[in-house]
């Protein structure tokens, strides 16, 4: 059995996809300096609590209506998400980051208007140190853009 550890990979950072959030449930949502931040809790008891950093506020669905950041009953909303968990993940360009909860969901997706390579939204603190930063432009977001060059 080889034990041996590649260099190349060993110092290089974990990276990971929004999919990874399936099954956590929701524990914590805060603001942070014009940030949103969601906190989950693993769905296995362990310690791990990932955080999903929100910084272009998401919308929320709700019995087919979409509350907006400057909706009044947006923070009822997102209030409302916490202990639900998290059933189904998107990461597509048009929609943007979507977690799919039992009772509602939650998308991020900037305005047109952000400039490419703005960070949308950053997701980490598991504990295997993987982590991901989605950027405006790029990837789930680079829909955004096409129209403007």
């Known amino acids: 059995m080889d034990t041996t550890t590649d260099a190349s990979t060993a110092t290089q950072p974990h990276t990971l996809e929004l999919s990874r959030l399936r099954g956590y449930r929701v524990r914590e949502i805060g603001f942070v300096l014009g940030r949103l931040r969601i906190r989950f809790e693993s769905p296995t008891g362990s310690s791990e609590q990932p955080l999903l950093e929100c910084l272009v506020m998401p919308t929320v669905l709700?019995?087919?209506?979409?509350?907006?950041?400057?909706?009044?009953?947006?923070?009822?909303?997102?209030r409302a998400l916490i202990g639900q968990d998290v059933t189904e993940t998107y990461?597509?360009?048009?929609?943007?980051?979507?977690?799919?909860?039992?009772?509602?969901?939650?998308?991020?997706?900037?305005?047109?208007?952000?400039?490419?390579?703005?960070?949308v939204?950053?997701?980490g603190d598991f504990g295997d140190g993987a982590h991901k930063e989605w950027t405006s432009g790029v990837d789930c977001f680079a829909d955004l853009h096409r129209e403007l060059r």
């Open 91 to 119: 990461e597509e360009q048009g929609i943007g980051l979507r977690l799919e909860l039992t009772y509602g969901s939650l998308r991020i997706h900037p305005r047109p208007s952000q400039r490419d390579g703005t960070a």
């Open 121 to 123: 939204a950053r997701l």
């Open 62 to 78: 709700k019995e087919h209506s979409i509350v907006s950041a400057d909706d009044e009953r947006w923070a009822g909303a997102l």
